[in-house]
C-alpha cells in the first residue's frame, strides 16, 4: 500500500476522532487545554511526541504535489512546527491557549474545518 492511501487511512479517522470529541465537548476541551498548559512537564512530553509524528510523516511522506496527497505533507510540516514550538518556546504557550481555549467558536471553527479534512483523508484513503 502507497504510503499516501496508508496515511490517508490512519490520520483520516483519527482527525473524524478528535473533531467529534471536540466539537460535541467544548467545555471539557477548553478546561483540557487550560490544565495541559499549566502543567510544563507533560507539555515538554506532548511536544516530543508531536515533533516525531510530524517527522515520521515528512520522512514518509513529502509529496509536494498538485492533489490531495499534498494535504498530508503540509499536515506533517505543521505538526512537525507544532511540536517543536512545544519544545522549544514553551512559555508562549500560554498565551496561545489562552486564546484558544477562550474562543469557543474559534474551536469549533477550526475543528470544523479538520473534520471536513478528515472526512476527506478517509474518503480517498479507504474509497477513491
Request: proline share 2%; glycine share 8%.
Amino acid at each position: 500500500m502507497d504510503s499516501s492511501l496508508f496515511l490517508g487511512r490512519l490520520l483520516g479517522p483519527t482527525i473524524i476522532l478528535i473533531g467529534v470529541g471536540v466539537l460535541t465537548n467544548l467545555k471539557f476541551i477548553s478546561r483540557v487545554g487550560q490544565d495541559l498548559f499549566k502543567n510544563y512537564a507533560l507539555v515538554y512530553i506532548s511536544g516530543i511526541f508531536i515533533f516525531a509524528a510530524g517527522l515520521a510523516i515528512i520522512l514518509s511522506h513529502n509529496l509536494w504535489v498538485s492533489d490531495w496527497r499534498m494535504i498530508i505533507t503540509i499536515f506533517g510540516w505543521i505538526t512537525l512546527a507544532k511540536g517543536a514550538w512545544f519544545i522549544l518556546l514553551p512559555r508562549t504557550l500560554v498565551k496561545a491557549a489562552e486564546l484558544y481555549t477562550k474562543k469557543n467558536k474559534l474551536i469549533s471553527f477550526i475543528w470544523t474545518i479538520m473534520l471536513f479534512v478528515g472526512l476527506f483523508l478517509s474518503f480517498k484513503g479507504y474509497i477513491a
